[in-house]
Every structure is written in C-alpha cells, then in structure tokens.
C-alpha cells in the first residue's frame, strides 16, 4: 500500500481551475518531486494534501484512510506536517519555544518567568533532539526574527517534524537560499528520508530536484503532464515545452 494515494483531484476557485484531474502516489521514505511552471498547482495540491481546503472533486488516501474531507488539525495528527512557501515561524520566540509550541505544547509568556508547567524534562528532551537532528544548536536560544533565512527554513523543517509525521511535505524549501544554505537544506532532506519519513518536494531549483528524487511529478495548468525519473523528466517534450512557454 502507497504511504500516500491522490486520484482524480481537481480544484476550482471561482471558475478557474487550479488543479484537473491529478492522480500520483508516494511511497514511504521516498523523495517524491512536484515540479512545474509559476501557477501549476503545486501549493494548491499541498493546501488540499494537508485540509486547508477540500478538493472541488477527487480522492486521497494517506496509510490506506480516506482523509480528503478532513480537517487540517485531524490530518497533521494523523502524521502529514509540512512547510509553507513563505516561511512563517512566531517571529517573536526563540528557536527552542517555537519548536516547543510547534509540538502541541501551550506557551505562556506571562508565566514563563514565575511558573512553567509545560517545559518538563521529558518534552524539552525531545526538543534539543529535533535541534540536534536539524542542526540548529548554535541558534537555540535566538530570536526567529533575526535569523538568516536558510535557518528559518530549517526550523521550519524543525516545526514540522515535532508532530513526528510520517509524510513531509516542503513547498520550495530552498527558495531564495544561498547555494552552501541549499546544499545543507538538501542534507537534511535526505536524512529525513533516511529516518523512513516520506517526502513531497515542491521545488523549483532543478538541481536540487535532479539530486534528491527518484521520481518526479510534472504538473501544469493544473494537470500531471508527466511521471518517472530525472533522465525521463529532463527529455520529456511535453515537460521541455512547458518550461519553455512560460519564458516567451
Ligand atoms: N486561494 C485561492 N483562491 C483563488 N485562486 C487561487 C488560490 N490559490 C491558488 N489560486 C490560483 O490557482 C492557480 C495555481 O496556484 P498555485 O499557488 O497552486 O501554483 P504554484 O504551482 O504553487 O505556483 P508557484 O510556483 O508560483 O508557487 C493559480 O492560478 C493561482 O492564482
Ligand atoms: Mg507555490
């Protein structure tokens, strides 16, 4: 059984349709790509994947449990986390809290000081972990704001693995980064992957997409144009034809 199934999905916002049809799955502690052109539905797809809106028509299927009418919460729950295309961490905490809000764990900055019922021994263990695991020592005790974006994006990756999902999905976490920021960002994936998680990679950086992934799913105008490896996905002509479009 796939770790995750899509059939059929389609979309439409007021008329316009953002996705059409789309059917792939994803295997477990696989890389899956979704590439495309500007406007092909990629964040769409991952705003349904993870509730944020319900498909206008189709099906998904996450360890074999239909939860495409689901809400956001019941579906991170039940293990798909995932990163936004902006990152958005809470600019005012540091690093180790907003890991620890991320993990479903209150935060009371009146009472941080006097009492602090939620920072137990055996929940800010598992915090340095994912600080360890995502390389963000150094940054523990810093403000978000004032980080660098290639270790915001980390701790975005951070965020989302304190629900210890068992799927990811990244919209474009190398997006804006320096090319040594993208080569560790891309480190990190491949350990996530290593630890049996499942990915979905939304990227458009091609060289980042060619390094990771086995497979690759082509979306434009809303519809899969293409499915297979690296080699098939850069010789396609419909793939090639797409890309080329968009720069005329
Ligand atoms: N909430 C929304 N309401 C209306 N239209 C939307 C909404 N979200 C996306 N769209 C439209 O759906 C289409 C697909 O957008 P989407 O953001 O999924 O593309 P994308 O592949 O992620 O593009 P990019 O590479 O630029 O991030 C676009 O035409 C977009 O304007
Ligand atoms: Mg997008």
Same mark, same amino acid.
């Given at each position: 059984?796939?770790?995750?199934?899509?059939?059929?999905?389609?979309?439409?916002?007021?008329?316009?349709?953002?996705?059409? +049809?789309?059917?792939?799955?994803?295997?477990?502690? *696989?890389?899956? $790509?979704?590439?495309?052109? %500007? $406007?092909?539905?990629?964040?769409?797809?991952? %705003?349904?994947?993870?509730? &944020?809106? =319900?498909?206008?028509?189709?099906?998904?299927?996450?360890?074999?449990?239909?939860?495409?009418?689901?809400?956001? @919460?019941?579906?991170?729950?039940?293990?798909?986390?995932?990163?936004?295309?902006?990152?958005? =961490?809470?600019? %005012?905490?540091?690093?180790?809290? %907003? &890991?620890?809000?991320?993990? $479903? @764990?209150?935060?009371?900055?009146?009472?941080?000081?006097?009492?602090? =019922?939620?920072?137990?021994?055996?929940?800010? +263990?598992?915090?340095?972990?994912?600080?360890?695991?995502?390389?963000?020592?150094?940054?523990?005790?810093?403000?978000?704001?004032?980080?660098?974006?290639?270790?915001?994006?980390?701790?975005? &990756?951070?965020?989302?693995?304190?629900?210890? =999902? @068992?799927?990811?999905?990244?919209?474009?976490?190398?997006?804006?980064?320096?090319?040594?920021?993208?080569?560790?960002?891309?480190?990190?994936?491949?350990?996530?992957?290593?630890?049996?998680? +499942?990915?979905?990679?939304?990227?458009?950086?091609?060289?980042?997409?060619?390094?990771?992934?086995?497979?690759?799913?082509?979306?434009?105008? +809303?519809?899969?144009?293409?499915?297979?490896?690296?080699? *098939?996905?850069?010789?396609?002509?419909?793939? &090639?034809?797409?890309?080329?479009?968009?720069?005329?």
């Amino acid at each position: 059984m796939p770790l995750l199934e899509v059939s059929g999905l389609s979309k439409e916002f007021d008329g316009l349709r953002a996705l059409d +049809g789309v059917s792939f799955s994803a295997d477990q502690a *696989e890389i899956l $790509g979704v590439i495309g052109p %500007n $406007g092909a539905g990629k964040t769409t797809l991952f %705003n349904i994947i993870s509730g &944020i809106f =319900p498909p206008s028509n189709g099906k998904i299927s996450f360890q074999g449990k239909m939860i495409h009418r689901l809400k956001t @919460h019941q579906i991170s729950r039940l293990g798909i986390g995932r990163t936004f295309q902006l990152v958005r =961490p809470f600019q %005012n905490l540091d690093v180790e809290t %907003n &890991i620890l809000v991320a993990s $479903g @764990h209150p935060y009371y900055p009146s009472f941080r000081k006097s009492f602090a =019922p939620f920072r137990k021994p055996e929940i800010l +263990g598992e915090v340095q972990k994912l600080i360890d695991r995502t390389g963000l020592r150094l940054y523990a005790r810093q403000i978000a704001k004032n980080l660098p974006l290639g270790i915001k994006k980390r701790l975005e &990756i951070a965020r989302a693995l304190a629900l210890k =999902p @068992h799927l990811l999905l990244l919209d474009e976490p190398s997006g804006g980064l320096r090319f040594e920021e993208s080569v560790q960002l891309m480190e990190l994936i491949r350990q996530i992957r290593e630890q049996g998680i +499942g990915v979905l990679l939304i990227e458009h950086n091609m060289q980042v997409i060619m390094d990771l992934c086995k497979r690759i799913v082509v979306l434009d105008h +809303g519809s899969k144009i293409a499915e297979g490896s690296p080699e *098939e996905i850069r010789s396609n002509p419909q793939v &090639i034809q797409a890309y080329l479009g968009k720069e005329s």
